[in-house]
């Protein structure tokens, strides 16, 4: 899962929740200041940062959009539940890792997205090859970030792992 706001309480209040509903997280990033765009400021105000959480139990790839419909409803929970400066004090963007590319769902169709169902999409963000993420010419910049693939190469290790365990 992929969180960004520029409340530090708001991000925590999502792990928080996700872990709730979603079991523990096993590996977290430290929040990455975003500085490749301001295209959230007006919705979500200026400074945000991105942090990303990877769960311990691995769980279907085909349940990718239930979890975008819950992610979002947890968003408008935590819009209303306090009196913030801005309409969507968080952002949030499940997807998952496999050993050979980053997945993203998003509600927004694009000519590179895969239309799954209820209304969410999928898209290859990052792919593995020659050891390394790399992106195509639609990932945006920040999936880009050197720090980024650093913590997606810990998530992929610890796939690898738990794969390994079945």
């Not at 975003?34 to 959480?53: A, I």
């Not at 799954?116 to 999409?121: A, K």
Request: include cysteine; charged fraction near 25%; charge should be negative.
């Amino acid at each position: 899962m992929a969180a960004f706001s520029c409340y530090p309480d708001s991000l925590k209040w999502g792990a928080s929740l996700a872990e709730r509903c979603w079991g523990p997280i096993a590996l977290t990033s430290e929040p990455f200041l975003l500085t490749e765009t301001t295209y959230y400021d007006q919705e979500m105000g200026p400074g945000q940062s991105k942090q990303f959480w990877a769960f311990a139990d691995l769980q279907s790839p085909g349940e990718l959009p239930d979890w975008k419909r819950e992610s979002n409803q947890w968003e408008e929970q935590h819009a209303q539940q306090a009196d913030w400066p801005v309409p969507r004090p968080l952002n949030l963007d499940p997807g998952y890792i496999s050993e050979a590319k980053l997945v993203l769902a998003t509600t927004k169709d694009r000519d590179h997205r895969i239309y799954l169902r209820d209304g969410i999409f999928a898209e290859v963000t990052l792919h593995y090859r020659r050891k390394a993420w790399e992106a195509w010419p639609w990932t945006y910049p920040d999936y880009q970030r050197p720090e980024f693939h650093e913590f997606f190469n810990r998530c992929r290790e610890y796939l690898r792992k738990s794969l390994q365990s079945l």
